[in-house]
């Protein structure tokens, strides 16, 4: 058998060992929002430590655990605690996890991210429902040798962002009063944020918004036939937007003005959805 289908089974095999609960959608969350892992009732928490094969989060208050549960009377499963591609991971390590949730379950893959608008529209503070991505990681974490028990080849990312789950959102946010956009999400590996040069070139090519996550693990949860609603918090103007230099406290500062908000629109947003 091939080496990754084989540590996926014993991922999921040792998580088995600990729980039966079978979780209907996976959540990874951006920063700041994993605040949300601490409102699923009767947690079973693993961490990821104890996972064979699963990476471990080197990062500073990073707790490292997946948490399942029941979340809006969802079977849910969460990463507390996710993967960077900045932050030195393989994009084979980053999509790892989500591989593993798919096997215990999950169909539906709910992601956030913290975003920079270059979309000129957008204020600090909205959230964007991703409709599309533009791949400037310029890496694809399904390079390198194929298993056909994961999924296709050749993935098809047409209708990457679930249409359902977008109408979905859209009305979700306007019963909650939430300010939502919709755009194209650009990621970039990081952790250096963009130059103004590089923001006008991403207009150009139809980004909204710039970030350095979500789209190596939306590839892979495609592969898998997951359908996937992704959400960007506009934490800030991308570079050049104002004629400011950026800053990482802005990015959590917003985060933190926002999460309230964001946490009730994606509980909101769970209740609602159809698995
Ligand atoms: N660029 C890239 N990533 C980000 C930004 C940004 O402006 N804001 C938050 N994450």
């Known amino acids: 058998m091939k080496t990754l289908l084989r540590n ?5 095999d040792y998580i088995h060992a600990v729980t039966d609960i079978a979780p209907q959608v996976a959540l990874i969350l951006g920063s700041g929002m994993g605040a949300l892992a601490r409102d699923i009732r009767n947690p079973v928490k693993i961490s990821y430590e104890n996972i064979p094969h699963f990476p471990i989060a080197t990062v500073e208050g990073h707790a ?3 948490v399942l549960g029941t979340l809006c009377n969802r079977k849910v499963v969460t990463m507390s605690g996710r ?3 900045y932050e ?3 994009l084979l390590d980053i999509t790892y996890p989500v591989r593993v949730m798919r096997l215990l379950g999950a169909a539906v893959l709910v992601v956030t991210n913290a975003a920079g608008a270059i979309n000129r529209s957008f204020k600090v503070g909205d959230l964007m429902l991703i409709t ?5 990681i310029k890496q694809d974490p399904l390079r390198g040798e194929h298993v056909d028990d994961l999924g296709v080849r050749f993935v098809d990312m047409t209708y990457s962002y679930d249409r359902d789950l977008l109408a979905l959102a859209e009305r979700v ?6 300010r939502l956009q919709k755009g194209v999400y650009l990621a970039s590996s990081g952790p250096s944020y963009e130059t103004p040069a590089e923001i006008r070139g991403y207009a150009a090519i139809g980004a909204d918004a710039a970030g350095m996550s979500t789209i190596p693990e939306v590839i892979v949860a495609r592969q898998m036939q997951m359908r996937v609603l992704g959400v960007s918090c506009i934490t800030n103007m991308a570079a050049g937007v104002l004629d400011r230099a950026l800053s ?3 990015v ?12 009730r629109f994606v509980k909101a947003i769970l209740k609602e959805i159809r698995i």
């Open 8 to 12: 996926l089974r014993q991922s999921v």
């Open 64 to 66: 490292g655990e997946l």
């Open 83 to 85: 993967f960077h591609y």
């Open 88 to 90: 030195g991971y393989s």
């Open 132 to 136: 599309d991505h533009i791949n400037n």
């Open 173 to 178: 946010g306007r019963k909650e009063g939430v």
């Open 248 to 250: 990482h406290t802005e």
């Open 252 to 263: 959590i500062e917003t985060t933190r003005k926002v999460r309230a908000d964001f946490i």
